[in-house]
């Protein structure tokens, strides 16, 4: 099983939808836990960080459930712009501090 | 403006050649990492350090080798042992438990 796995893709989706990605890991000692945005050929770039409570950053919403060990991201409305593929990060504390990717999510967003 | 430089953008390697990725850092973080990927495919941990003089194997080290001899500098040596080193590399770094911040990376191709 992989340490941490995603929804499958892509996801093609009208201008304006709300999409849900969902991401689950499997080590209960994970401690931090984020969302990268990637686009095309280019480096991942920090979305946002996930916290217990919850978090929201204008139209991305994330959340954690630590005892499923299932993190989510919800864009609203969404954009053009958006299309990229979204990663979910988990680090554990003891593996060194490196962080662990899932393969990531691809969106598509049409006109 | 404080963030990571990958050099080069593109490398080509010839058969049983020796190449070094170079990564530098002025954001005076700690830790630094070096990862691979493939297309289609998630981040693969090559090699981390989280001090000066001191690195860390990652999940698929073989055919690789790095040096950590000044906190700003972690530079990656792919080496005629790798088999299959196309692939597109990713310099990070990271403080404390913050997400990481990447370079923009080095596409390398074997020719």
């Known amino acids: 099983r992989k340490e941490v796995e995603q929804d499958p893709g892509p996801f093609n989706v009208p201008e304006g939808a709300t999409v849900a990605f969902n991401c689950t890991y499997s080590n209960s000692a994970s401690q931090s836990f984020f969302w990268y945005r990637q686009d095309c050929r280019k480096e991942p770039k920090l979305l946002m960080s996930?916290?217990?409570s919850g978090n929201e950053d204008g139209r991305f919403t994330a959340q954690l459930n630590r005892a499923s060990q299932y993190i989510s991201l919800l864009i609203r409305d969404s954009k053009l712009s958006d299309s990229a593929t979204y990663l979910c990060v988990v680090n554990s504390y003891n593996q060194g501090g490196k962080l662990i990717f899932g393969q990531g999510t691809e969106l598509s967003v049409k006109p | 403006d404080g963030g990571i430089t990958q050099s080069p953008k593109y490398l080509f390697r010839k058969e049983g050649q020796n190449v070094t990725l170079s990564c530098e850092q002025n954001l005076n973080h700690d830790a630094m990492y070096w990862y691979r990927q493939d297309p289609g495919q998630g981040l693969r941990l090559i090699y981390y350090s989280q001090i000066v003089n001191d690195f860390q194997k990652g999940d698929i080290a073989e055919g690789y080798s790095v040096s950590r001899e000044k906190k700003e500098s972690f530079p990656l040596t792919v080496t005629s042992a790798q088999k299959n080193p196309t692939a597109f590399y990713l310099c990070a770094s990271r403080e404390g438990t913050y997400g990481y911040t990447f370079g923009s990376g080095t596409r390398l191709t074997v020719v």
């Open positions: 996930v916290y217990s």
